[in-house]
Structure formats: structure tokens, C-alpha cells
């Protein structure tokens, strides 16, 4: 009776806490209890961590070497032996169903259908992982506006609710045009600013109107982190104004390019 009450007690604690609190070999013990269901496995734990020198170690080791240690029997060896390989699967399931943003083409083929047919200004965060996997969509600002609003406390707080590497910013100009307006370049520094200090990078922002996109990362308005000066920015956006520049040019050349600051495969 005692042992199964220090067994609710742990995964009550893992129920609160998660497992940020956790010793390793009180990780190692709640996993055991699932296998050994009538015996106090906390010994049993410690001679595991010992024998194998940590509990990655532990986890990594083949069947047989675990059912060597006495007390671990076939359905202990495998739930061990399981839970990295099905940490993988999961990785990799996750990966399957979030689309990896790593490049301008996939980033802006993602926004479009996320704001196009907008009547109303909206405002999202994406945040990426360290792969450009998108981790959630958030939607930070929507209404009838005539400039973005970007409130960089918010943008942090949702950054580091959800543990993004990357994020990157995107919005709409409905029935307007999607060149950056100097109210997007304050909101974008200011917003950069803010995310410098937690050591996050904003890879890029893309702004989607009717019928255009444009990337302020694709017109070099944003580079390796750093965002231009205003008198660049306002000399690149007449650039790209010129007929000759618009109208879908933003995906023509190195739109497959891997966003700086992000890991490859």
C-alpha cells in the first residue's frame, strides 16, 4: 500500500509539473511503475542508471542487456527499449503533418492561404522550430486597420508560450497593395528588437494583398537578423515599385533559398 501510494504521488507530480522537475531516476520509476505494477521500483531505477551510466543510456540499451539486470523482465525491456524509437516516430509524425516553412516559395505559398480573401487587416506570428517546421499559427491582431499592429510583448509571450527557434511574421493589406509601408518597418523593428532579446530570430515578413505577395527578406529589407535602414528601406520599396519590378517578381529568383539562421537537413 505504501508503494502504490508513492506511485500516485509521482504521477500526480508529473501530472502538475511534467517531467521538467524530475530526477532521472524518477523519470526511469514512473516508466517502471507502467511495466512493474505490484513491486517498488525505485531501487530498481537507481541500479538501472548505475549499471548503464544515465538514463538516456538506459533507454538506448538492447533487450537482452536490460533483462540482464535482475528485476527487469521482457515487459520492462521493452517499454524501455521502445520509448526511443517511438520518441522518433513521433518526430517524425509531427514533421508529416506541420508544413516546414525554410524557404520563401513554402513560407509564401503558406501565407497566401492563410490571409488571402481577408475583408479584414490580420496579423500572424508563425512559429518555426530550428527546421523551419511550422510549430503554431497565431493569430496576434484582426480588424479594420489601416496599418498593422504589432505589440512585441505579445509577439515575445507567444514566442516563448510555444518554444520557437524562428518565427516569422505575416500580414495582410486588403484591397490594397502589398508593398511594406513605413508603419510595417517601425512594427518590424520594434518587433526584432524585442526578439533579439530572448535570442530568437524573425526570418522574415510577409505582407499578402489581393493579388501580390511581398517578402521583406526576399527584398533584402532583412538581412542575416538585421533589419535595413529606414533610407534603404525607402529607397528598395520605390525600387520594387518601378513597373518593371511587380507583380509576382518576389518568387522569381531565389525563392527556394533557405532562410538564413535556419538548420538543413
Known sequence: MMHSGHRARLRQRFFEEGLSGFAPHE????????AIPQRDVNPLAHQLIERFGSLS???????????????VGPNAAALLALMPQLMSYYERDKQRERPRLNNLERAGAYCRSLLR?????????LCLDAKGYLIKPVLMHQ???DESQLYPREIVRETLLHNAYAVLIAHNHPGGEAMPSRGDYDATLRVMEALRAIDVRLIDHIIVSDDALCSLTHMHMIEKGQLVSLEDFDYRVRMASMPTARRGKVLQTGATEGYDGLEED
Open 57 to 71: 543510456a538506459v533507454l538506448e540499451a538492447r533487450p537482452e542487456e536490460l533483462m540482464e539486470t535482475p528485476g
Open 143 to 145: 480588424g479594420t486597420i
Open 27 to 34: 523519470a526511469l520509476e514512473l516508466l517502471l511503475c507502467f
Open 117 to 125: 480573401g481577408r475583408k479584414n487587416e490580420c496579423v500572424y506570428l
